[in-house]
């Protein structure tokens, strides 16, 4: 397990949920890990659990709606390591509010983070990676992401931030291609993280989101980990643009 030998990584949103299992598993790939999040306690925990396994980290707090903090924390990479090599575009919100009483200013947090926050870490991160004319960035996105046939009650904004992912992925990868740097997306399903505690306390919920699922469970961090780690390395060389659904069956029923 050594794809991401001498690889920089930067993951978002990493001091808990999927993206501590993203950070934690490119570290056990190899990779040198810039753990960043809103708390740089939270991220430190991280990073000494990287370290303590082995692995090489560094934690960076970092609100990914800042273009300041977002600088910084490509700084700090570069500084630390030299160059940043891989980013998981990971930190996002999920509120759930039904459309009509949605504000404006929740509109507004959601996309900043959700959807802005992508698109300032990857322009910042890409702007070093076109300098050694090679890079992978990995944009989680979700099933809520429309044109899947399935809409979500309650998740506007968030739907809308998602789907937006999708098409920053595919400009990006064409854009960037050039480059060679990867551009490529990822979907969850119903993944256990904190995210998901407002479901799990409503049982007849939590029983219509898995009567959906095929494989009638909820999926674990560290199986979409897998599929991160997959498409941060040269394993998926010949992947850019493309959205890779993780959902236990989800979108096919
Ligand atoms: P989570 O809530 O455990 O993790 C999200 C992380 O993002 C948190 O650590 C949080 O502090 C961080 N974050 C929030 N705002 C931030 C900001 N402004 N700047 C930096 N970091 C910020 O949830 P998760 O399930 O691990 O979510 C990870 C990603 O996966 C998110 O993008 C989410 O939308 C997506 N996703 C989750 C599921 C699921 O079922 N859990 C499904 C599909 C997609």
């Not at 702007?127 to 890079?135: D, F, N």
């Not at 995210?195 to 469970?217: C, F, I, N, S, Y």
């Amino acid at each position: 397990m050594n794809d991401l030998k001498d690889k920089v990584a930067i993951v978002t949103g990493a001091r808990r949920g999927m993206g501590r299992t993203h950070a934690l598993r490119l570290a056990k790939e190899g990779a040198r890990v810039v753990v960043s999040d809103i708390s740089q306690e939270d991220c430190q925990k991280v990073a000494d659990e990287i370290k303590k396994a082995g692995g090489e980290a560094i934690a960076v707090e970092c609100d990914v709606s800042k273009k300041k903090d977002v600088d910084d924390m490509v700084k700090k990479a570069v500084g630390e390591w030299g160059k940043v090599d891989i980013l998981v575009n990971n930190a996002g919100i999920c509120q759930f509010k039904p459309f009509l009483d949605l504000t404006e200013e929740e509109w507004d947090r959601t996309i900043d983070i959700n959807l802005k926050g992508y698109f300032l870490c990857a322009q910042a991160a890409a702007k070093e990676m076109a300098k050694q004319k090679s890079g992978a960035i990995v944009n989680v996105a979700s099933v809520a992401m429309g044109q899947v046939g399935v809409g979500f009650a309650t998740l506007a904004h968030y739907s809308a931030s998602k789907g937006g992912i999708i098409g920053l992925t595919e400009t990006m990868a064409v854009e960037l291609g050039p480059l060679n740097i990867r551009v490529n997306a990822v979907a969850p399903g119903a993944i256990e993280t904190p995210m998901v505690d407002p479901l799990k306390q409503d049982p007849k919920t939590m029983e219509g989101v898995l009567a959906r699922v095929p494989l009638h469970r909820m999926g674990k961090p560290e199986e979409v980990s897998n599929l991160v780690a997959f498409l941060a390395s040269e394993q998926s060389s010949y992947m850019t643009g493309s959205t890779v659904v993780v959902d236990g069956g989800w979108l096919s029923q």
